[in-house]
Nanobody, 115 residues
Framework: QVQLVESGGGLVQPGGSLRLSCAAS????????MGWYRQAPGKQRELVAT???????KYADSVKGRSTISRDNAKKMVYLQMNSLKPEDTAVYYC?????????WGQGTQVTVSS
């Protein structure tokens, strides 16, 4: 059974930082591209950052320079370090694992940026 479990969300003030974690199980983690997506109320889900099995990385322009995605294949974990958070970063953040036509999603973790 495949599971992606996100953690690390919460309420943070503008300018603050958060580190999101995603624990994967039930997949051969090392062959999957891993990603973080987010969905704000009333908006479509959008890509935040992805890291391939070969550790090629892509960021959305909206988070570039403020966020770092990383993975630990031994622990089957993917992380998203987010700095200089803005109110517009408020969303539910989802972990994604994808290889070819197959992909899996976690349940999401809420990030709220507010004073």
């Amino acid at each position: 059974q495949v599971q992606l479990v996100e953690s690390g969300g919460g309420l943070v003030q503008p300018g603050g930082s958060l580190r999101l974690s995603c624990a994967a199980s039930g997949i051969i983690f090392s062959i999957y591209a891993m990603g973080w997506y987010r969905q704000a109320p009333g908006k479509q889900r959008e890509l935040v950052a992805t890291i391939t099995s070969g550790e090629s990385i892509k960021y959305a322009d909206s988070v570039k320079g403020r966020s770092t995605i990383s993975r630990d294949n031994a622990k089957k974990m993917v992380y998203l370090q987010m700095n200089s958070l803005k109110p517009e970063d408020t969303a539910v953040y989802y972990c994604n694992a994808a290889v070819g036509p197959i992909d899996f999603w976690g349940q999401g973790t809420q990030v709220t940026v507010s004073s």
